[in-house]
């Protein structure tokens, strides 16, 4: 493919207008030459990560959605309550590219980085959700000889979200984990790191089939929030582990409350003396995620040395430091197919993704489920 040919591409876009409107649809966008310092990749894969629906969809009210346009230019408009807009000021009437990471070949090159024409790399970026990407050379992964853009189309989002969570833990001072829709593609990438570094992981999980998943990649303490006996199984595994520090990807509900509530019983199964405080043990909740949009309940039973916060991979990555940063990415490189491999519940193109059908399959955001954005899927050169 030669410059001529990488003008122009189509870029998914998303707009919340100050009306209350929020309008989904493919741009046709220029695709600039590079400058020395740059590469333009051919984007041939990028994951729908619950990240990214914060911007793609927003606060809109899904079920309001309207789906118009063509095959190949399809659209979606949805409704957007009034009492949300003020929180989206920064974002109103402006035309947004979506899409945090992805994959692809480098067609292009500025004369500082041709030493990356044609290999396949992974970028975290932004604007992923398009045919082409222009970033800088050294934001780029060279992925192993052979690999495909599938292979590290979700190299940093959630490798370095499985990676970052051990590393706060052993920066602060804990020595075992808790982490909820422990299912997910990040939560089976957190249990091959945990079972490979020697550390405790209790995974607590909507259902029996979740279960199944994680015990036979070689979980020990699975944890179902369904069953009857949830509270008791959840205390012992606590115990068992010396987890103080749990990871939360739901957000509403009770849950940090009874994982909380759970690590106080445990810590005081060994306690010595009994305190109105309760333990002297520093207990910490990490909310991450946000499947429940419920309000977050606290009751609470947990005594005096608690914490609850959110957390976010840029924060840490910034508190982490650099070295940390690239020990972690030379990880990821060399454990591409084996600890951080995804799986993909389908691959879409870029049209595909605001069809009605499959927005609302994976708005559904189900543990387990992930889909794939090919943009070159269904578009000739």
């Known amino acids: 493919m030669n410059e001529e040919h990488i003008r122009q591409g189509l870029e998914l876009r998303s707009l919340i207008t100050s009306e209350g409107k929020l309008e989904l649809s493919l741009v046709e966008v220029d695709v600039p030459s590079p400058r020395p310092d740059q590469v333009v990749i051919e984007v041939r894969a990028t994951p729908i990560n619950p990240s990214d629906l914060g911007l793609l969809t927003g606060p809109a009210d899904l079920s309001s959605a309207r789906f118009g346009g063509s095959a190949e230019r399809p659209t979606v408009t949805a409704e957007v309550a009034d009492s949300r807009l ?51 050379a050294s934001e780029c992964l060279v992925l192993p000889e052979g690999a495909d853009p599938a292979d590290g189309a979700s190299c940093f989002v959630n490798p370095m979200t499985a990676l970052s969570m051990v590393e706060n833990m052993r920066l602060d001072g804990h020595s075992a984990l808790v982490h909820t829709a422990a299912a997910s593609n990040l939560g089976q990438m957190l249990n091959r790191i945990c079972l490979a570094d020697g550390v405790g992981l209790v995974n607590i999980v909507r259902s029996q089939e979740q279960a199944e998943i994680l015990r036979k990649i070689g979980a020990e303490f699975v944890c179902d929030s369904t069953s009857a006996s949830f ?36 810590a005081n199964r060994s306690a010595t003396a009994y305190s109105r405080y309760g333990s002297a043990t520093h207990k910490q909740v990490y909310l991450y995620g946000n499947l429940d949009t419920r309000p977050t309940e606290l009751h609470r039973t947990f005594g005096m040395a608690w914490g609850v916060g959110g957390w976010l991979l840029t924060s840490f990555l910034q508190r982490a430091g650099g070295d940390v940063a690239q020990r972690m990415k030379q990880r990821i490189a060399a454990e591409l197919n084996t600890t951080f491999k995804s799986h993909y519940t389908a691959e879409i193109g870029l049209a595909d993704a605001l069809k009605e059908e499959t927005l609302r399959a994976y708005t559904r955001r189900a543990t387990g489920e992930k889909y794939l954005i090919n943009p070159a899927r269904g578009h000739s050169d």
């Open 86 to 136: 003020d929180g989206l000021k920064a974002r109103l009437d402006q035309s947004m590219p979506v899409g945090n990471e992805g994959a692809g070949v480098v067609v292009a090159a500025g004369s500082d980085a041709q030493h990356l024409m044609g290999k396949t790399v992974a970028v975290l970026g932004g604007s992923m959700y398009a045919q082409y990407r222009v970033i800088r």
């Open 231 to 266: 509270e008791s199984e959840l205390t012992d595994a606590i115990h068992a582990t010396g987890a103080t520090l749990a990871f939360d990807a739901i957000g509403g509900g009770k849950l940090p409350s009874q994982i909380l509530a759970s690590m106080e019983v445990a």
